[in-house]
């Protein structure tokens, strides 16, 4: 299968722990991220998506489209929200 939105993901990506959530923003100093398939862009105002999956260091973000179009070439699995970060909360007031 070739999609434009792959280049590789599966090195990093394959059966990875995903969490549906809100979106938050990683690093201080960063405000926005982008879908790690179609770079549709995750922020908490302003971008394509406001939530989406997750990595459990909230770290690579993944939309709903391209979660469902790519679910099973990846194996994701689905971990629930405990809604605890996995670092330091930092939200844009
Ligand atoms: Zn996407």
Redesign the pocket.
């Given at each position: 299968m070739t999609d434009w939105?792959l280049h590789g993901q599966e090195r990093y990506l394959r059966q990875a722990e995903l969490c549906y959530r809100t979106y938050e923003i990683y690093r201080k100093g960063w405000d926005h991220d982008h879908?790690?398939?179609?770079?549709?862009k995750f922020a908490i105002q302003g971008g394509d998506f406001t939530e989406g999956y997750a990595t459990a260091d909230h770290y690579r973000w993944?939309?709903k489209?391209?979660y469902m179009d790519f679910k099973d070439i990846f194996d994701w699995k689905i971990i629930p929200s405990d809604d605890r970060p996995a670092s330091p909360v930092i939200r844009a007031q």
């Open positions: 939105r879908c790690e398939f179609c770079q549709g993944i939309c489209n391209c």
